[in-house]
């Protein structure tokens, strides 16, 4: 089954206490990013990747830190969480540029 | 830098009668991709409809219609003939047709609520 798989799904955390969450897709997209939402803002996107190796800051990147060492795979490391970092994360997908992008399941980070 | 905009908050409507999503969004650019996405209570973010700003036929994929006003830079959504399943989040997005980043920028959404 084609899908954008996420782990974990739900995290608590401290401040200050290094974590990752994962992404995978298994379609050989090309393009993949990360997004945040948050109530009333919408989803906001925080880096993106056009293929291995290359990567970029989108929107609010403060704190977050991605790789892109594979294809299939496109974590978000957070060094040192803060409470305002408390959000839905998702990672998105897609084959190249322009097309329709496809969603993980989210990722639902609470930072104390 | 582009923006979307849904001004509704919440909306109910009564099954199997239609609902309007208004979204009005506001760019510079001539090329362009416009999204519907739902979000159910699950938090799955599940593509609904897409439209090529390129394209004048409006986009409509079974229940669901969009009203694309270029002009106007309008993008509303029609879902026919509701049903209790399409109780969701619903957001409009935006995506530009230049530079490198494939960027969705979101609206802040509306929440619909389809009644029994």
């Known amino acids: 089954e084609a899908q954008v798989t996420q782990n974990p799904r739900y995290l608590i955390t401290v401040t200050g206490k290094k974590l990752t969450v994962t992404c995978s897709q298994n379609m050989n997209h090309e393009y993949m990013s990360w997004y945040r939402q948050d109530p009333g803002l919408g989803l906001r996107q925080i880096y993106y990747?056009?293929?291995?190796?290359?990567?970029d800051k989108g929107d609010v990147p403060e704190g977050y830190k991605v790789s892109r060492k594979e294809k299939r795979n496109f974590p978000l490391i957070l060094e040192s969480p803060s409470p305002n970092q408390t959000s839905l994360y998702f990672c998105a997908s897609s084959p190249w540029g322009r097309e329709t992008q496809y969603f993980g399941p989210g990722t639902r980070l609470l930072v104390l | 830098a582009q923006t979307v905009t849904q001004s509704q908050p919440e909306m109910s409507v009564q099954e199997a009668e239609t609902v309007t999503l208004s979204c009005t969004y506001d760019?510079?650019?001539?090329?362009?991709?416009l999204f519907w996405y739902k979000q159910p209570p699950s938090r799955q973010m599940i593509l609904v409809i897409r439209?090529?700003?390129?394209?004048?036929q409006n986009a409509t994929e079974n229940r669901f219609s969009v009203n694309f006003q270029k002009a106007a830079k309008s993008f509303s959504l029609k879902i026919s003939d509701s049903q209790l399943g399409d109780t969701a989040m619903y957001f409009c997005?935006?995506?530009?047709?230049?530079?490198?980043?494939?960027?969705?920028?979101f609206g802040k959404g509306i929440t619909l609520s389809v009644r029994p």
């Open positions: 990747s056009m293929n291995v190796e290359v990567t």
């Open positions: 439209q090529e700003a390129y394209k004048q």
């Open positions: 997005a935006f995506m530009e047709n230049t530079g490198a980043n494939s960027k969705l920028t």
């Open positions: 760019t510079s650019e001539n090329n362009y991709y």
